[in-house]
């Protein structure tokens, strides 16, 4: 491009009129040439340059941005880690993150302006369900892996009502289905529960899905729900719901939701003196809960989960020490959830050999055997991992028993 310009500026001589038609072709042609180099300079940097840019799609703020923020700390420190020991393929990765605000509409021009404009090869996130299912679109258009570390909505993730698989889709945790089923038998069998009351966030297909499931696999093993009530979103005062169970027969209660409501229901019912055990999913999982509940209520308090620190596996107890150095605080299920997303991601770049998002996206549909701290994994036809899951008990708000259960 700079000889090229060179030589339109040497132009010169003639009549006037051609000095300035000359001067003024110049002037376009070098603009022109300008462009282009920058054109090639921007091409250059969305694929990659020297590093290999993935994408970082979260929510770092808003209602969720507990979930976001610790997932991004995993997800960092993974590449934190490839990085310091040579990248991938002899190349750095370059985290492009950018904050959705924990809505569905923002997560989809996140995804838009990663793939079309920041050129990510891959991209990880959202954490949530629904926000994972608002960029997917914008993957399969520009066919582009988009992967999640904890969306786990049984439909709209990996594949569509109809069981027709996203080509670009990807998730690293189980499924509601089996979340819902495995704290239904926890219930049943651990803890010898005949009656269940359910109280569930009806703003969010989480909720509703792992609802869905409970009860089915309770009643279904001869259990009776006795009674199902519903909350939505930014909920504050559960006394009246609470009050209306609270001179029924029940042996456990369920509520499928997330912390920041979970919390506080789990509080008001243990100050309405309702002392059955209380069992979750995955999404009570948050320092937030022990801040709202308070370390007193939390007793006799169940919830599955992805991993937990409890767990003697060497590469488990090796995450901790290391995520207490870099961090200075115990990680949680969401901080290992996205190490493991990280280390995957990098992973199946790699053994693509390239940055072809086609090899990239065909890697990752081949995964076996990878090893993580949330548990070794196979990925099946359906861009789910076949994983083990794990209950957790909680004791005074920290962690006190862990069980876990392969898949069946």
């Given at each position: 491009?700079?000889?090229?310009i060179?030589?339109?500026l040497k132009?010169?001589g ?10 003024l072709?110049?002037?376009?042609s070098?603009?022109?040439l300008?462009a282009?180099c920058?054109n090639?300079?921007?091409n250059?940097?969305?694929?990659g340059?020297?590093?290999?840019k993935?994408g970082?799609?979260?929510?770092l703020?808003?209602g969720?941005a507990?979930?976001?923020?610790s997932s ?6 993974a ?11 002899g190349k750095?990765i370059?985290?492009v993150?950018i904050?959705n605000?924990?809505?569905s ?5 996140v995804?838009?302006?990663l793939m079309?404009q920041?050129?990510?090869v891959?991209s990880?996130?959202p954490a ?6 608002a960029?997917?679109?914008?993957a399969?258009?520009?066919k ?7 969306s786990?909505a ?7 009502a109809?069981?027709?698989?996203y080509d670009?889709?990807?998730?690293l945790?189980?499924?509601d289905?089996?979340?819902g089923i495995t704290?239904?038998?926890f219930?049943?069998?651990n803890?010898?529960a005949k009656?269940?009351v ?12 792992l ?5 089915a ?6 259990g009776q ?6 909350y939505v979103?930014?909920?504050k ?5 609470l ?7 029940f042996?456990?209660i369920?509520?499928p939701?997330y912390?920041d409501?979970?919390g506080l ?11 059955a ?9 948050s320092?937030?809960?022990l801040?709202l ?6 007793n006799?308090?169940?919830y ?5 620190s409890?767990d003697?596996?060497?590469?488990v107890?090796?995450f ?5 150095e ?8 969401f ?16 053994r693509?050999g ?7 996206t065909k ?7 990878f090893?993580?701290?949330?548990g070794t994994?196979?990925?099946?036809e359906?861009h789910?991992p076949?994983?083990?899951?794990v209950?957790?008990?909680l004791?005074?708000g920290?962690q006190?028993?862990s069980?876990k259960?392969?898949?069946?």
């Amino acid at each position: 491009c700079i000889n090229m310009i060179f030589k339109l500026l040497k132009i010169g001589g003639g009549s006037m009129k051609k000095r300035i038609f000359l001067s003024l072709f110049t002037a376009v042609s070098v603009m022109s040439l300008l462009a282009g180099c920058g054109n090639n300079v921007a091409n250059n940097n969305n694929n990659g340059g020297d590093g290999i840019k993935i994408g970082l799609n979260y929510e770092l703020t808003g209602g969720v941005a507990s979930y976001g923020e610790s997932s991004v700390n995993g997800i960092m420190m993974a590449f934190d880690e490839i990085n310091a020991a040579g990248g991938i393929n002899g190349k750095q990765i370059i985290p492009v993150k950018i904050d959705n605000k924990s809505e569905s509409a923002e997560a989809t021009s996140v995804a838009t302006r990663l793939m079309t404009q920041e050129g990510v090869v891959l991209s990880l996130g959202p954490a949530t369900s629904g926000n994972f299912m608002a960029t997917i679109p914008v993957a399969q258009q520009n066919k582009i892996p988009v992967l999640s570390s904890s969306s786990t909505a049984d439909v709209g993730v990996t594949a569509d009502a109809k069981g027709n698989v996203y080509d670009y889709a990807f998730r690293l945790c189980f499924k509601d289905s089996f979340q819902g089923i495995t704290m239904s038998n926890f219930a049943s069998n651990n803890l010898g529960a005949k009656k269940a009351v359910i109280i569930k966030d009806t703003s969010s297909d989480y909720g509703k899905g792992l609802a869905e499931n409970f009860k089915a696999n309770f009643e279904g093993s001869g259990g009776q729900i006795v009674a199902e009530e519903g909350y939505v979103k930014g909920d504050k005062d559960f006394n009246a719901v609470l009050t209306s169970i609270k001179g029924k027969d029940f042996d456990v209660i369920f509520i499928p939701g997330y912390y920041d409501e979970a919390g506080l229901i789990i509080k008001q019912a243990r100050d309405l003196k309702i002392d059955a055990p209380i069992l979750g999913a995955d999404g009570f999982d948050s320092p937030v809960l022990l801040e709202l509940a308070g370390e007193e209520a939390l007793n006799d308090i169940y919830y599955s989960n992805h991993y937990s620190s409890l767990d003697e596996d060497p590469l488990v107890k090796d995450f901790i020490a290391k995520y207490k150095e870099k961090y200075n605080t115990e990680p949680n299920a969401f901080n290992a959830l996205g190490y493991d997303l990280g280390r995957w991601a990098a992973d199946a770049v790699k053994r693509a050999g390239s940055q072809d998002t086609a090899a990239i996206t065909k890697a990752l549909a081949e995964t076996k055997g990878f090893e993580g701290v949330t548990g070794t994994f196979d990925m099946d036809e359906n861009h789910n991992p076949v994983k083990s899951i794990v209950v957790i008990g909680l004791e005074d708000g920290v962690q006190a028993t862990s069980i876990k259960v392969d898949p069946k």
